[in-house]
């Protein structure tokens, strides 16, 4: 059986001296439902400027590892070596909604033959979900439905989803702007892409890639 | 045989919409039939016959049998020169090129070296000095020639965004890249080959003319002015290119890669209707959820959220009664044919979306049965499922269930079933 624990682990074992950071609980209860920091979180620039180190070495501690992109994000991954890390679980199924959004996507703006890049990023007015290419062909409206996401209520639940993880704002005139954490979803289609491993040994070369070596653009990984 | 300049002039003059055509098409190899067709399009009533105007563009030599493939044709490569100079369009050349150029370069100049401090060989330095001369010319010209190729097609690979896909924006980049940009400025940087040599052929003429024994003072004012051009305006013309084609070439890239990343994993999703789960471990979203125990109240407040839980009926399927016989004849002849289908066609891997592709025409009961035949008959059909649940819109209807894959059993393979 189990439930959510709410409840912030204790204090490891740190100096006395050292004064206790702030927002820690915050960033503790958002790291446990998958959330990414950037700009325009409260908690942003504490951990992604002024305190990332102390951050880092104290989640380290319990088993999580912080990151800090150099593309403007903050997120948290499980150290898989830690006893207590390795039994919480991580969410694949909400991975493999967002991975299948996001190939779609791409696959869409390839086709137009647009900036993929700034299509996603920087669209001024903002994303409508009406006009995202997920439910508009028949081929896509099929993986879409397969992987459960075949109708307009669906589709907007997982953009909820993807507003709770970082990944993108919601606004109140019901557009979406894309945040940078979504590079992460975009880092691993490029992964994809680099390897070009023949189609039934893709498995086999996603696997053997690290998280480390995800992006193009160096990421800093706090080192204990 | 020499062909008159008024006539072939006289020729362009008044084809000059034909000449524009075959412009137009300067990469295709033309068959006879080919150019009878460019003829034809663009003749009106006054217009020799399609068969004269190719005779004369054969005739005046502006067009020439290629090499392969055999009874082809193209643009006579002088012709083509010259409507290039016209149009000031720019053909970018290879490293190797320039390397040639180099390479006479160096042999003009031992030539000169070895000429000029002896008397009597004042005429062969002068005419090493004119091949130092040409031959830096040629080298300029080309790499002028590149360096403008390489914008025109950046600029057209920018501009002409929505006719080309990512990849193959990437891919036109890529080869200018590789093949012209960075071998370039490998010849061209500063330390490297080229400048070593324009350094060298400097010394020389400084010290020729310190020891006033210069054969050609104009041609060596021109080729230490072509050496400077070559330092400023050319390198720094190919350093511009660099700069500003990287973060293009590297941004394509990206796009690249997202591009045929996410094509393949939309094909392994179409294949398996699921993701390796190491591509979604990748993502490794944290679900703190964490083993403990229940306390009893915990338990009791569930119990009670679902106390007055009513499910809903369950919608029974109506297969009607007066038309069901039908039905269920045309159902087992969709059977019949399903299992009488050649061996190499099973497994079928997802049989209701193959009852669908395959019998368009039949209502949603009647494949509705079939598929109930099949999972029924356990004797002749393995039938197995598999998640994910998909949804078939079959006949008039949608059906949602799991993925069923078919396959027969060996010893009923094309035993038909009486109905």
Redesign the interface.
């Known amino acids: 059986m189990t439930t959510d624990n709410t409840s912030i682990p204790s204090a490891p074992e740190a100096s006395p001296s050292v004064a206790p950071l702030p927002a820690l609980r915050q960033i503790f209860e958002e790291l446990k439902s998958g959330r990414h920091w950037s700009f325009g979180d409260p908690v942003y620039f504490e951990l992604f400027d002024h305190n990332f180190a102390a951050y880092a070495d104290w989640f380290s501690q319990i088993g999580i590892q912080l990151h800090r992109d150099e593309r403007g994000f903050c997120h948290a991954t499980l150290d898989k070596d830690d006893d207590a890390a390795s039994q919480i679980s991580t969410n694949t199924k909400t991975a493999s909604n967002l991975i299948l959004f996001t190939a779609i996507w791409i696959e869409a703006l390839a086709d137009s033959g647009r900036n993929i890049h700034d299509e996603i990023f920087r669209k001024p007015e903002g994303h409508r979900l009406e006009n995202l290419p997920h439910l508009a062909t028949e081929s896509h409206r099929r993986l879409m439905t397969d992987a459960g996401l075949g109708t307009a209520e669906e589709l907007n639940g997982l953009l909820k989803t993807l507003q709770r993880l970082g990944f993108a704002t919601i606004l109140p005139d019901d557009t979406f702007r894309i945040r940078p954490p979504f590079h992460r979803l975009l880092d691993i289609c490029q992964e994809y892409g680099r390897f070009s491993p023949a189609p039934d040994t893709a498995q086999n070369a996603t696997s053997s890639s690290t998280p480390a070596s995800s992006s193009s653009a160096p990421s800093d990984t706090a080192e204990k | 045989m020499i062909v008159p300049l008024r006539e072939a002039a006289s020729f362009l003059c008044n084809h000059e919409w034909f000449v524009s055509r075959l412009w137009q098409h300067r990469d295709e190899a033309w068959t006879d039939a080919d150019l009878l067709g460019f003829a034809e399009n663009v003749s009106n009533e006054n217009s020799p016959s399609p068969k004269h105007l190719v005779a004369e563009l054969k005739k005046h030599r502006f067009i020439v049998e290629r090499i392969e493939p055999s009874a082809t044709w193209e643009l006579a490569p002088a012709f083509q020169g010259w409507i290039e100079h016209l149009n000031m369009t720019a053909r970018p050349v290879r490293s190797e090129v320039i390397d040639g150029f180099i390479l006479a370069l160096e042999t003009a100049l031992k030539e000169f070296s070895r000429a000029w401090p002896a008397p009597d060989s004042w005429a062969s330095a002068r005419e090493a000095l004119q091949d130092i001369w040409q031959q830096l010319r040629k080298t300029i010209e080309n790499l002028a020639a590149t360096q403008l190729a390489i914008t025109n097609e950046v600029s057209e690979i920018k501009t002409s965004?929505?006719?080309?896909?990512?990849?193959e924006r990437f891919r036109r980049i890529n080869r200018l890249w590789k093949t012209y940009l960075l071998p370039m400025l490998d010849l061209l940087d500063t330390g490297k080959k080229f400048p070593a040599l324009c350094d060298h052929i400097e010394q020389e003429l400084a010290l020729a003319l310190s020891k006033h024994a210069l054969p050609e003072r104009r041609v060596a004012i021109r080729i230490t002015d072509e050496i400077r051009t070559l330092r400023h305006s050319i390198l720094d013309g190919f350093r511009a290119a660099h700069s500003e084609i990287r973060p293009l070439h590297e941004?394509l890239r990206?796009?690249?890669?997202?591009?045929?990343?996410?094509?393949?994993?939309?094909?392994?999703?179409?294949?398996e209707?699921?993701?390796?789960?190491?591509?979604?471990?990748?993502?490794?979203?944290?679900?703190?959820?964490?083993?403990?125990?229940?306390t009893d109240a915990?338990l009791k407040r569930c119990a009670a959220q679902w106390q007055n839980y009513q499910p809903n009926k369950i919608a029974a399927i109506d297969f009607g009664s007066t038309a069901d016989m039908t039905r269920k004849r045309q159902a087992h002849q969709v059977f019949d044919r399903c299992i009488k289908l050649p061996p190499k066609r099973f497994p079928i891997p997802d049989f209701v979306a193959f009852l669908a592709k395959e019998f368009p025409d039949e209502d949603f009961y009647t494949l509705l049965r079939t598929l109930s035949l099949v999972l029924n008959d356990t004797r002749r059909v393995d039938s197995d499922f598999h998640l994910?649940?998909?949804?078939y819109n079959i006949g008039c209807g949608t059906l949602c269930l799991a993925r069923v894959s078919v396959n027969l059993r060996k010893h009923s393979q094309h035993r038909p079933r009486n109905p």
Do not use: K
């Open positions: 965004r929505v006719s080309l896909s990512a990849t941004r990206r796009e690249s890669e997202w591009t045929q990343g996410a094509a393949r994993i939309l094909q392994h999703f179409t294949r209707r699921d993701f390796p789960q190491q591509l979604a471990a990748r993502l490794a979203i944290p679900n703190f959820r964490l083993r403990t125990n229940l915990v994910p649940r998909s949804e």
